[in-house]
């Protein structure tokens, strides 16, 4: 009751997301003789929501002080829920909400990262464009500053204050400049991809560190996969302590590190990382990441890390035969002789402007978003097709560092900024300036 209040409070639509009868954090699931329980329940909310005083939950909203039902138009199953044991229970969700209630939109459940087998503004420029794409959303949306988990959220409370994140305006600009129809653009001048790194073969330290386990690492070898030269590593424990075991550097563009694992105590694995230049720059390989639920490779750069491989896998307390290959940037891995990961490090690469555009058929607005990324501003020339435009605007987050935020000490540091624009027929100049987020709109 309380999140359909709350979204009507703040003229939000409600999307409840449920469980889809699986955990995959353990691998364990309700047996599909018992799924009638989980689905019923999603009936039940969905009538809660929408029924009449005349039926069974849409009675008990009505008791509650609420007769009017409130409108609920989505519903999500599966929050992340990946994997064989999920995508077997979903069917069973999707046929008795449709058979019911064929007006709900049913949000299907995707892995947490954009690669793998699960499957924030220069981003949604492309989401804009995407045909195929109905929603997006952001989370975590809520923080308390007196309980933080991690610092993505987009707003932040105490007791007496709320703080907007420049996430926060981000969506919002979003949200509120939207065309009915998209229009196909062309740039010209602005065609440059500008590559962030220069890589093209992954060498450095290659190091194994606990994962909040204890466990033997034994039978170590790195092996020179271009000269056919083996470097044999001690045999060493890690511990719950997560300290790093060096085993070499290399400079081998084509190497094969390989050895066996078993786990004594925690319920994680290991972390793996290799062609590491410095402390903020290395690929690593998680055995067993997150919530040990996880067989990815990660790319670390300047800092921040980004999946660029996603498998399914939960470690036991069993012996394991590991193996890593890479190869230039070419990076495989196996477990027990399967093969579990393969994929290339891609050089990162920024186009000089992110755009999208679009029309508002009801009111007649062109509305382009734009978001330069880099660290120089772009002078554009505008020009724009069909009727000449009266006038011009531009609503922009701009001016501002990378490491820059909003606090509840200087809550309006970064906000968004309009100002108008000079408009000759059917051309206005524009300077986008560095690392910002613009949109300009025409009448």
Known sequence: MSIFLFCEDIGAKPLPVLPGGFNPHTGEGAPLSEIGVWVQEALDLIEFANGGADTCWGKIRADLGHEKPFGLEYIAIGNEEIGDGFFERYPYFHQAIREKYPEIKII????????????????????????????????????????????????????HRILKTPNYYVQKLFMEHQGTQEIAFEMAGLDEVIPLIEKDRLIGEIAIAGNDVAGSVWDVSVTDAEGGVAEHIPDFNVDTDNAEHILTKTDCGHFVLEFSFRRRAGRKGLKISFGRTDEKNYLQWEFGGWDNWDCNVNSVENGRGSVISHRIFHVEDKEYRLRLEVDGCHIRTWVNGEKYNDTVYRLPELEELYVAA???????????????????????????????????????????????????????????????????????????EAHSFTVLEFV
Not at 131 to 159: E, S
Not at 393 to 400: I, M, S
Request: hydrophobic share 40%; aromatic share 8%; proline share 4%.
């Open 108 to 159: 299907n459940s995707a892995g947490p990262f954009a690669v793998g087998e699960g499957y924030e503004a220069a981003y949604m420029t492309h989401l804009e464009r995407s045909k195929a794409v109905g929603l997006a959303c952001y989370a975590p949306m809520l923080c308390n500053v007196g309980y933080v988990n991690w610092k993505p959220d987009m707003l932040w409370f105490d007791n």
């Open 358 to 432: 679009s029309k508002d058929g009801e009111s007649g607005r062109t509305i382009v978003k734009a978001v330069n990324l880099t660290g120089e501003a772009k002078r554009v020339l505008v020009r724009l097709d069909g009727d000449a435009k009266r006038k011009a605007r531009a609503v922009c987050l701009k001016g501002h560092g990378l490491g820059e935020e909003n606090t509840f000490e200087e809550p309006d540091k970064i906000v968004p900024v309009e100002e108008v624009l000079a408009i000759s027929g059917n051309e206005a100049e524009y300077v986008f």
